[in-house]
């Protein structure tokens, strides 16, 4: 699925997934958004996406990731 990402030879892409608010509330977690110099946000529910990450440390990595001059975008 997301093989266009790894056609373009990126440098590093990790996929972060969590399947409940607890998952994205586990330590370190969003850890590798600290490095991250892009996010893609795919598709899907976004009221699940809100519920699983909003008010959690995963938000103030991705800020993170835009106060560092890099770029967050979605589906």
Do not use: M
Not at 55 to 64: D, E, F, K, W
């Amino acid at each position: 699925y997301y093989c266009e990402f790894y056609d373009r030879e990126p440098k590093s892409f990790e996929f972060l997934h969590a399947n409940s608010r607890v998952e994205a509330l586990a330590p370190g977690f969003e850890a590798p958004l600290y490095k991250a110099t892009g996010v893609w946000v795919g598709g899907g529910n976004q009221n699940r996406l809100h519920e699983f990450f909003w008010q959690t440390p995963v938000i103030s990595a991705v800020r993170g990731v835009l106060k560092r001059g890099g770029v967050v975008a979605g589906t």
